[in-house]
């Protein structure tokens, strides 16, 4: 199976700053990663596929870059509704592996 | 864009099956692919196996021996069957749909809200 390593587990930031969340998969995936965003007691929801398309209807904030073992996902000023568990997820080969997750806490 | 809705027991005891079921509207259960995920309280997401439009399963290599997931195209629901449960079997299970390609395994656009499954006596 592909394991799939985020860091930070979690990171304190504050409304209006600029988070990066770093995803890397055990061997390459090319850029078949998703991300996904879970708030306390939600299902996940999908923020990014392809490593950088934005899933419809996701603010543009949210942007996603990588390819390879290692990706990004960036939010380029962090909203309220923002604070969450972020999830990457490897695409290429089954099984889908997911990250452990980040977790976004306001500071 | 499909809703889903995962039902079923909320509590198993131990060494029973768990039975799920995932009502799935606004589009067929037959145009599509579809999957079962967990989450244990406090933890990460785990990958049980999906079903795709054509009706062929895949099952985590950790599960595969205790899993079924089947559809019921009649009613346009997918079900969910684990066999033999345990403590570690308890978490959130989740319902999504699979967004899959030729040249890519897939991801999950839509999930059901999740429902938590307990398993004691």
């Known amino acids: 199976d592909i ?38 007691g939600k299902a996940p929801t999908l923020l990014i596929y392809a490593a950088s398309s934005l899933q419809s209807g996701v603010p543009s904030r949210f942007s996603g870059s990588g390819s390879g073992t290692d990706f990004t996902l960036t939010i380029s000023s962090l909203q309220p509704e923002d604070f969450a568990t972020y999830f990457c997820q490897q695409a290429n080969s089954f099984p889908p592996t997911f990250g452990g997750g980040t977790k976004v806490e306001i500071k | ?80 069957k684990l066999k033999s449960v345990t403590a570690a079997d ?12 030729l040249l890519w395994f897939g991801e999950l656009p839509d999930w059901g809200q999740g429902t938590l499954v307990t398993v004691s006596s």
Do not use: F, H
Request: glycine share 8%.
């Open chain 1, 3 to 40: 394991q799939m390593t985020q860091s930070p587990s979690s990171v304190s930031a504050s409304v209006g700053d600029r988070v990066t969340i770093s995803c890397r998969a055990s061997q390459g995936i090319s850029s078949w990663l998703a991300w996904y965003q879970q708030k306390p």
């Open chain 2, 1 to 80: 864009q499909v809703q889903l809705q995962e039902s079923g027991p909320g509590l198993v005891k131990p060494s029973e099956t768990l039975s799920l079921t995932c009502s799935v509207s606004g589009g067929s259960i037959t145009s599509d692919s579809w999957s079962w995920i967990r989450q244990p309280p406090g933890k990460g997401l785990d990958w049980i196996g999906y079903i795709s439009d054509s009706g062929s399963t895949k099952y985590d290599p950790s599960l595969k021996s205790r899993v079924t997931i089947s559809v019921d195209t009649s009613k346009n629901q997918l079900s969910l």
């Open chain 2, 90 to 101: 308890a978490a959130v299970y989740y319902c999504a749909r699979l967004r899959t390609g």
